[in-house]
């Protein structure tokens, strides 16, 4: 199906729906208090820390976005043992029609493990910036072919997102999530989990953890888990396996750490299961 096509069919489903009138006013105050909560997590954590670090501006490549923005919130270490974790972009602006809250992280330590991560980090951010600014122009070019005026398309923007939550954490060992996420008519999420032993340089896998058993191990806890989502008629959000559903872990199944040492697997939004669902999550314990 071609772009065009594409996009004409989404704006007449997309118009047709009809909106109550209390929707409008509950997003905006959910986007809200999103923004608000991000924000002053990112306050606290630099609050906490601005007597002992020294802040220094970076400029993210590739994002094309001014150097007075799109600066390091700036060497501020967010955890110790034999590593930092520092936020070296951090700015909240609006550009084009655009809604940009970012914050990136990056790994301070010896060894090749931590650079081999950052990269992969940067990399990833330079990719979700370059598709969201595509994905809303071509949005906006559809829009507009398809016989939308400025009126109706005024007041329409995109969230863009990149942050990053860190699950647990030792004097060598660490687990985090970066989250990259575009939210307009429509939307998306991407999660991904590092696992880091700093002592040892490398990532930390679902076998260090389970042992040579791992894959039965988690394939079965979160077969059970599936098994038990099913409310009183039988009714689940998760696909069968003949639907493309779960079968098996593998050497690439997602996952983090929880702070009590229990892996937890971590699938993409509609990779198994219904969007109602989410971004499921399964401990493997």
């Known amino acids: 199906m071609n772009s065009f096509k594409y996009f004409s069919e989404a704006r007449k489903a997309y118009d047709s729906v009809p909106v109550p009138d209390a929707l409008e006013g509950r997003v905006r105050e959910g986007i809200r208090q999103g923004r608000a909560a991000c924000a002053l ?34 060497n501020v270490p ?3 043992g034999l590593f930092q974790v520092l936020t070296v972009v951090s700015y909240d602006k609006s550009e084009d029609g655009i809604d940009y809250s970012v914050a990136v992280p990056a790994v301070e330590a010896e060894g090749d493990i931590a650079q081999a991560v950052n990269d992969a980090i940067q990399a990833k951010v330079d990719q979700h910036m370059a598709k969201a600014r595509q994905d809303w122009q071509e949005y906006q070019d559809a829009f507009f072919t398809t016989g939308g005026t400025e009126e109706e398309w005024a007041g329409r923007t995109m969230d863009v997102t990149v942050d990053y939550e860190i699950k647990s954490q030792t004097n060598a060992r660490l687990s985090f999530v970066v989250t990259m996420a575009e939210g307009w008519v429509a939307s998306m999420e991407e999660r991904y989990c590092y696992n880091l032993d700093l002592a040892e340089n490398r990532a930390i896998t679902l076998r260090d953890l389970l042992g040579e058993e791992w894959a039965e191990i988690s394939t079965a806890a979160i077969l059970r888990q599936i098994e038990e989502s099913r409310d009183a008629e039988g009714f689940t959000y998760f696909f069968s396996p003949e639907e493309g559903g779960f079968t098996s872990v593998d050497e690439n199944t997602a996952f983090y750490i929880r702070e009590d040492g229990v ?17 499921p999550e399964f401990p493997l314990a």
């Open 263 to 279: 892996p937890v697997a971590v699938f993409p939004r509609y990779a198994i299961a219904a969007g109602a669902a989410g971004c």
């Open 78 to 80: 967010i955890l110790g």
């Open 41 to 74: 997590r990112r306050r606290r954590a630099v609050r906490s820390w601005v007597t002992a670090a020294a802040c220094f501006t970076v400029l993210l490549a590739g994002l094309n976005l001014s150097p007075a923005v799109a600066h390091a919130a700036a």
